[in-house]
């Protein structure tokens, strides 16, 4: 590795932190990106989902370029408890999503990074931040020290280099869940003809209820080309305290669901992984974002959507290095709270403090045991006809007093999660 001084200086190659090198290159600074994994992204996991408007913002053509594997086409919310579901299905030809093997994803910004002029090296890992007094200057990586004007963080949500060298406080649990997903193969006909999709068509698909054994928050399961992505996403705060079996073991209760069942059908299990996510990002974004020699950005500054019923952090993390690049000169002449106002003020921000609210509706225990349990029975007594057609109003009164909910209660929830939601 040369030892000149640069610009720039990226740790991480996840979308954030690519995203700012692609940016920062095709400036012209001279850009140096750092990532600990064998491949970019090999140490990046999440469900599969990208929204696509600000790729096309960032990226114009990127459509014809990304490895984008399915354009989601259906939208599916089941209610489980017991072995019964009650599901809600929303179908679109008006593509605002795609599914994408996070590793091909960074693959392909990396190259376009390069391309710009961008130099990375992988199976580099970070040790620490160098600093000349209370400025940052550079890192210490391979027992070398190499500098740079700026340095920018993008290490995503498992941020131990920057809580090591005090830039954020130590995560507490309550702010993070442990996500663990498995990879099936199945075929790109069979995807295809068991969810009722066209080619190039995908399915996301969201789950809550009673398989988490009432532990927040739910699962998920994404379509790639020939192969699905299921998984749940467990808070560690009350997995840590309640939690009486294995993650594995909840994620077969889901993958041995009727729901799900048939869909796997015949699949065979090519991946296992499990990492942190950021389920409250107002409470794990650090107080600054940016100071003397260094830009915190992605999933290390918590800019990450948690919308209730899916999760929204690709696309956040590459419009925060967008932003990250466009400020640098600023911060570099020493103005190193441009970084923080430019993204207190953006879109990304305002998502993110929208929706701050969703995970402690999430922890409310009647959402994943008592509600899932009392709609699957309302619809049991509906559609199970002997001789009497039961009202749907008696069903619903029978079951709120079969789980002692009062229609108080109900009403309160259920505006709480149109507000917040």
């Known amino acids: 590795m040369s030892s000149e001084k640069f610009d720039a200086i990226i740790v991480g190659g996840g979308p954030a932190g690519l995203s700012a090198a692609y940016f920062l290159a095709k400036s012209g600074y001279q850009v140096l990106l750092l990532e600990k994994g064998k491949t970019l992204g090999s140490k990046n996991l999440y469900g599969g989902k990208v929204y ?26 089941s209610i489980l408890s017991g072995n019964e579901s009650t599901s809600l299905i929303y179908d679109t030809k008006e593509y605002s999503a795609f599914t994408s093997n996070l590793t091909e994803l960074c693959s392909w910004l990396g190259k376009k990074a390069e391309e710009a002029g961008a130099t990375i090296f992988t199976e580099m890992k970070v040790s620490s931040l160098l600093k000349e007094g209370d400025k ?80 927040p928050d739910g699962g998920f399961l994404y379509t790639f080309r020939d192969y699905v992505s299921i998984g749940i996403v467990l808070s560690l705060e009350e997995a840590v305290q309640s939690s009486k079996e294995h993650v ?6 889901l993958r041995n669901h009727p729901v799900v069942k048939n869909l796997l059908k015949g699949g065979e299990t090519i991946e296992y992984g499990a990492h942190l996510t950021i389920v409250d990002p107002i409470s794990y ?12 950005i992605g999933d290390t500054a918590g800019l990450l959507g948690n919308l209730g019923y899916t999760f929204r952090g690709v696309d956040f993390a590459a419009y925060s290095g967008y932003i990250a690049a466009n400020s640098f000169d600023k911060m570099r ?16 921000y305002k998502e993110v403090k929208r929706f701050s609210n969703v995970h402690e509706i999430m922890k409310k225990e009647r959402l994943l045991n ?34 002692r909910i009062s229609p108080l209660h109900l009403m309160s929830d259920l505006i709480r999660l149109a507000r917040e939601m």
């Open 285 to 296: 974004m650090p107080r600054t974002l940016s100071g003397k020699g260094y830009a915190i």
């Open 248 to 253: 594995s073991i909840m994620l077969e209760r």
């Open 333 to 348: 002449n020493g103005e190193w709270e441009s970084y923080d106002e430019q993204i207190k003020n953006s879109w990304v």
């Open 52 to 77: 696509a408007k600000i790729f096309k913002d960032l990226f114009p053509g990127f459509e014809k370029e990304a490895p984008i594997h399915r354009w989601v086409s259906k939208e599916i919310f």
């Open 136 to 215: 940052i200057i550079g890192v210490n990586v391979g027992g070398e020290k190499v500098e740079a004007d700026v340095v920018i963080v993008a290490e995503g949500a498992n941020r131990l280099l920057s809580e090591k060298s005090g830039l954020v406080n130590e995560t507490p649990k309550h702010v993070v869940a442990l996500g663990f997903k498995e990879s099936v193969k199945i075929g790109e006909k069979e995807i295809q003809e068991r969810l009722n999709l066209e080619e190039n068509e995908g399915a996301s698909w969201m789950f809550i209820g009673d398989f988490t054994d009432g532990i």
């Open 370 to 403: 008592a509600y899932p349990a009392m709609l699957n029975e309302i619809m049991a007594s509906v559609f199970h006809i002997e001789k009497n057609t039961p009202k749907l109003g008696d069903a619903a009164l029978k079951s709120m007093k079969k789980w």
